[in-house]
């Protein structure tokens, strides 16, 4: 690690005996917030603040070798500082840590030698990323933290560096072949390892007046800022109650003039988060305003000046509207693979091995666009678009093309926040039979347990960190929690 204690400016922060065997406890040295932990007899002392969104992790789950943040499951080694599960973007700082006398000392000055390699002229070998998310950014990243040479060719229909989504109507028709991309532009280029992740795009309405100026989504920050303004003032219709309808919604409250939200369950989040929440949600949405219509959906989008007047339901009710907010679900980027040989599930999402390996020799799949077998549901395969999971996804894909095989064994993680407050959501709940419910949604203090054949399958919680990230780790780690416990 390269650290010359003689050279360290240290601190004592505390008496040996304070912490015991497992234990982790925030120190401050110097003008540094420190988690300084004990695991096997040895201290270890890495920065407290996530690089996420910067949580104390002392408030987080100390699960042997690494930490939890208690906010969005990311995972940090506690004795290198490693990132071991996203969505944190970066490892953390150590501190070097010595016991003398009883007293243990941590040094003021972290250091983080994070190594990158380089491109080398030398190597003739491309692999080229297909999509600029998070799937192929942290598949680039990780490709040369692990000293791959070769070329890194990162191709996107945005106009922007990886992580600004824009517009989707610029549609990129590229022609995958054996070890050739063909691009619309007439361009060929060649691979000698490919990784498609092209994510998925939001779902638009299928239905007369689709095409109306105000009918908006939600994907890019473009569209967000869009939606910020043209709310301002006006009769707003959002349809669909998962999410990103319930976040867009609940944004506008005070803002919009009305709001009046669409839905095709009973409920809010039915599948998701459950009835129960959903109500919970649905009532307090309700007293700020907003109105329902539930187990309903969209016939026709009526215009005038081809903007939006008014939205006809299936039930025959019309309201009248300024703007339309459509969230109701994605599809796949896939179309341009339709016609190869590359294996795709009923509804094109691609099916890859817990490597990210289609069944193609050399061309890799990862992020929104896969069906990858999830390994704590069994190992089924599963279609989840999560930032987190995009970003695994990534790293193992860069691994399996380094033949550094890594199986990818991630929790998934998920959180929305409504009205400044956050609930968060580890596991796979998908067919949950039973719910175990502690505390109560009115009180903003609760945390639910979704059962599937008598075990917790996955956790929703609100104000009660780091409960949701214990059960991740739980999960992560393949113990099962029984019924009889979560009860
Ligand atoms: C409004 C919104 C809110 C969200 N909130 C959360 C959240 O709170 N928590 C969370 O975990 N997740 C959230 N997500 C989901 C998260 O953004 C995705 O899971 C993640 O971006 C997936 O990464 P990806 O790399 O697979 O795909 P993307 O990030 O979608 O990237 C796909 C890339 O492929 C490019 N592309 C597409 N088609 C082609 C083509 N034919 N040729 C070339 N390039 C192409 C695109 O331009 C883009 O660069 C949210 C998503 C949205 C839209
Ligand atoms: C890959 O899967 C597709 C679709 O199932 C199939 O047509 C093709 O033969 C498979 N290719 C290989 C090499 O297994
Ligand atoms: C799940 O993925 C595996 C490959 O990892 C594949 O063999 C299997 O057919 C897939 N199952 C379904 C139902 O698509
Ligand atoms: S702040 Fe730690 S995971 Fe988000």
Redesign the pocket.
Known sequence: DGLDPEEEVTDVVCDEAELKDGEMMEVEVGDHNVLLVRCDGVYSAISNQ?T????PLSKGVLSGQRVR?P????CFNVKTGDLEEY??IDCLPCHKVKVENNKVYVSGQPKRIKWMGARDQAVLHTIMLLGGGAASLMCAETLRQENYGGRIIMVSRDDLLPYDKTRLSKIMNAEINLKTVTFDDGLIQCYDQILIATGCRAKSLDCPGADLENVLMLETPEDARCIHYACMGCRTVVVGTSFVGMEVAAYMINMASSITIIGSSELPYQKTLGPEIGKATMMMLEERGVMFHMNDAIAEVQGENRRVKAVKLKSGITIEADLLIVGIGVNPNSEFLKGSPIRMDSKNYVIVDKYMRTNITDVYCAGDLTSFPLKMAKGQNVSIGHWQIAQAHGRIAALSMLHREVELNTVPFYWTVLFGRTIRYAGYGEGYTEMVLKGKFENMKFLALYIKDDEVVAASGLNVEPAVSVVAERLAEGRVITKAEAE
């Open positions: 996530c996420h969104y910067g949580a943040c906010w969005h499951g990311s969505p944190g």
